[in-house]
């Protein structure tokens, strides 16, 4: 596996740990935030409910939901999004570490609104693999992303509505990056990119429903996190194979 932002693949590892035994993260060690409406906030803290634009503090920048893809949000925010893109791989990883150290103390309605998010990545690079890989395998996979976070996505949904958590259509900026990061390749390089993007995807998504099915405050929440951790370990395993074949 390459050495460029892909680094993160060492923060992710060393995650495995702190998402299951520790609650200190960058700041606060949680994310915060406030709602005003039917959607839940993006708070590791607290939630409440009253309008469907929701704002949320992450270690990769403040931001509402609704325009969370853009970065733009905040000067941490910026930062964050500036490092997944390559300028400082290191710094990257630092940043996605602390961002998923908010695993082991994320409450419920944050959990859903940031695999929401997570689904909402695993869609848009499947459609650029399917538009811009040369390499079948890759297509298929590709396809297969499409495919399987889009009916994630939708039972997802059945969770987080009753819940009164609104879901966004945005990717939160952790998310954003990477994707960013992938639509200037093309060819062998965006193959490879890709694939090293869903090894790290898929790591940081076991990681988080990992914690959900073994500790989620509500059973909705354990029974969606507990059904959907196989697809995910599935993936990955898959991720890693092809990876090492495009390499």
Do not use: W
């Amino acid at each position: 596996m390459k050495t460029i932002p892909y680094l993160l693949v060492g923060g992710v590892l060393a995650l495995a740990s702190a998402c299951s035994s520790s609650n200190t993260t960058t700041g606060s060690g949680s994310t915060s935030g406030s709602s005003t409406g039917t959607s839940s906030s993006m708070d590791a803290g607290t939630t409440s409910g009253s309008t469907a634009t929701s704002t949320m503090s992450t270690p990769m920048g403040t931001g509402s939901i609704s325009n969370a893809g853009s970065g733009t949000a905040g000067s941490s925010g910026s930062a964050g999004t500036s490092d997944m893109t390559g300028t400082s791989g290191a710094a990257g990883a630092a940043d996605m570490t602390a961002f998923m150290g908010t695993f082991a103390t994320m409450q419920d309605p944050v959990f859903l609104m940031t695999a929401a998010s997570s689904n909402l990545l695993e869609i848009q690079m499947g459609q650029m693999a399917t538009q811009k890989s040369t390499n079948a395998e890759v297509k298929r996979f590709g396809q297969m992303m499409v495919d399987h976070h889009t009916k994630a996505t939708q039972e997802l949904k059945t969770v987080a509505s009753p819940l009164g958590v609104t879901l966004p259509q945005t990717m939160m900026p952790v998310h954003q990056a990477m994707a960013d990061r992938l639509m200037a390749k093309s060819g062998k390089a965006f193959d490879e990119d890709y694939m090293d993007a869903m090894e790290v995807a898929h790591k940081m998504d076991i990681a988080m429903f990992e914690v959900k099915s073994k500790g989620a405050e509500t059973p909705a929440v354990k029974s969606f996190a507990t059904k959907t951790l196989p697809m995910l370990r599935s993936h990955h395993t898959m991720a890693n194979e092809i990876e090492k074949k495009v390499d």
